[in-house]
């Protein structure tokens, strides 16, 4: 079975610095595009990065472009999520998320880790 554990969330001041680590089991990891999302209280889950199976051509959504890089080690089964410049409207649960096809939206994915809190103070 697909497993996904994400770590690395945590509390941060506006404009500080976090990174996120997705370990992933259960699959052929080279195979799988991945992504990161998040979910912020009373709102809908959204895309932050997607990223293809070599890593070469990420994704951002225009919310953090420029802040977030989006990486991935597929001799470690891992990715990543570094986040710069980090703003309060950041705050939400972050998701890792495996499909086995090309996607850039959540219903694409259908594999998802627990999640991990990001709070950003401001």
């Known amino acids: 079975q697909v497993q996904l554990v994400e770590s690395g969330g945590g509390l941060v001041q506006a404009g500080g610095s976090l990174r996120l680590s997705c370990a992933a089991s259960?699959?052929?990891?080279?195979?799988?595009?991945m992504g990161w999302f998040r979910q912020a209280p009373g709102k809908e889950r959204e895309v932050v990065a997607t990223?293809?199976?070599?890593?070469?051509?990420?994704y951002y959504a225009d919310s953090v472009t420029g802040r977030f890089t989006i990486s991935r080690d597929n001799a470690k089964n891992t990715v990543d999520l570094q986040m710069n410049s980090l703003k309060p409207e950041d705050t939400a649960i972050y998701y890792c998320a495996a499909s086995r096809w090309a996607s850039v939206t959540s219903a694409g994915y259908n594999s998802w880790g627990q999640g991990t809190q990001v709070t950003v103070s401001s």
């Open positions: 990223i293809n199976w070599s890593g070469s051509t990420p």
């Open positions: 259960g699959l052929t990891f080279r195979n799988y595009y």
